[in-house]
C-alpha cells in the first residue's frame, strides 16, 4: 500500500542532490542505456531510512529535479513528490536496506548487459572494464520477470551480495554506489564490459587478463579518484551533447 504523509512540493536542502539524479539521468540518456521509460536512478539524503527515486512512466532525458519522490526504505510511503512510486521500487528499497554502506542504485535495461546475460558466460577480465567486475558481479536467474514484490526484491539484494553490481538475466543491470556518481559510472563501465566480451567470435580462446594484472588495474585505472575523473568526462560531454557541439564517435560496439 502506497502512502502520501507531506506535501508534493520539494524542500530546498535535497535540490543539490536531486540536480545530480538529473545530471546522472541525462549522462544515462546520452551513453545510451534508456530504454522508452523503463530504469530508475536512487539516493539517499540525510537519512538512512529514506531515499529519493525517479517517478515513474519518464525517459532519462525527460527527467528534471522534480521528477524524483521521497520514499521509506520499507517503500510504503512518499514524503515528498507528486505521484506513483516506480513499479521497480522494491530494487531500491531492499537493496538499501540490506547495504548500510551504500547510498546511491542505478537501474538500467542496459542493451549489452541484458543480451550478455543470455550467454550464460561469466564477465571476464577482458578490457580493462572487464578487470574492476572480475569475479564481483552476479546474474540473477531466478526471474527474467520485473522486480515487483519485496521478496524478489531481497533476492535481488542477496545475488548483489557485497559486490556494486549485478546483471539481471534477460532484464538488465543494478549498480550501486556511495554517491550518484560512482554508482552512474559503474553502470557505464559494466555495459562497455559486457559489450567487449560480447564482441569476441563465438568458440574463440579468450586469454583474460591475469589476477595480478586485473588487481593492479582496479588500483590505478578504478581508484576513487579515477572514477570522479570519470563522471566528470562525462558530465562535459553531457554539456556538450546539450549544446550541440559534441564530437561524433566512432563506436566499435
Known amino acids: 500500500m502506497q502512502t502520501t504523509v507531506n506535501s508534493p512540493d520539494m524542500d530546498l536542502a535535497s535540490l543539490p542532490l536531486r540536480?545530480?539524479?538529473?545530471?546522472?539521468?541525462?549522462?544515462?540518456?546520452?551513453?545510451?542505456?534508456?530504454?522508452?521509460?523503463?530504469?530508475?536512478?536512487?539516493?539517499?539524503?540525510?537519512?538512512?531510512?529514506?531515499?529519493?527515486?525517479?517517478a515513474p512512466a519518464l525517459g532519462f532525458d525527460e527527467v528534471t529535479e522534480n521528477s524524483f519522490l521521497e520514499l521509506a526504505v520499507d517503500g510504503g510511503t512518499i514524503f515528498r513528490g507528486a505521484g506513483h512510486r516506480p513499479p521497480e521500487w522494491p530494487i531500491h528499497s531492499r537493496v538499501y536496506r540490506s547495504r548500510p554502506d551504500i547510498n546511491a542504485i542505478v537501474h538500467t535495461h542496459a542493451f549489452h548487459a541484458t543480451v550478455f546475460s543470455a550467454t550464460g558466460m561469466?564477465?571476464?577480465?577482458?578490457s580493462h572494464d572487464g578487470c574492476l567486475f572480475h569475479k564481483r558481479v552476479n546474474i540473477f536467474s531466478a526471474t527474467t520477470n520485473t522486480i515487483l514484490d519485496i521478496e524478489t526484491g531481497d533476492r535481488v539484494a542477496a545475488a548483489l551480495a557485497d559486490n556494486f553490481a549485478v546483471i539481471l538475466k534477460n532484464h538488465g543491470i543494478v549498480t550501486v554506489g556511495r554517491n550518484i556518481k560512482e554508482a552512474t559510472v559503474l553502470a557505464l563501465l559494466l555495459e562497455r564490459a559486457c559489450a567487449v566480451q560480447l564482441a569476441i567470435p563465438s568458440g574463440a580462446s579468450i586469454d583474460a587478463s591475469p589476477d595480478d594484472d586485473v588487481a593492479q588495474k582496479n588500483q590505478f585505472i578504478f581508484s576513487d579518484a579515477a572514477i570522479a575523473t570519470y563522471w566528470d568526462y562525462y558530465r562535459r560531454r553531457l554539456s556538450r551533447a546539450s549544446m550541440a557541439t559534441q564530437l561524433p564517435e566512432a563506436r566499435p560496439f
Do not use: C
Open 19 to 54: 540536480k545530480q539524479l538529473t545530471v546522472a539521468s541525462h549522462i544515462l540518456f546520452v551513453a545510451g542505456q534508456n530504454d522508452i521509460n523503463n530504469g530508475q536512478v536512487s539516493a539517499r539524503f540525510g537519512r538512512a531510512d529514506r531515499f529519493w527515486v525517479k
Open 122 to 126: 561469466p564477465l571476464l577480465p577482458i
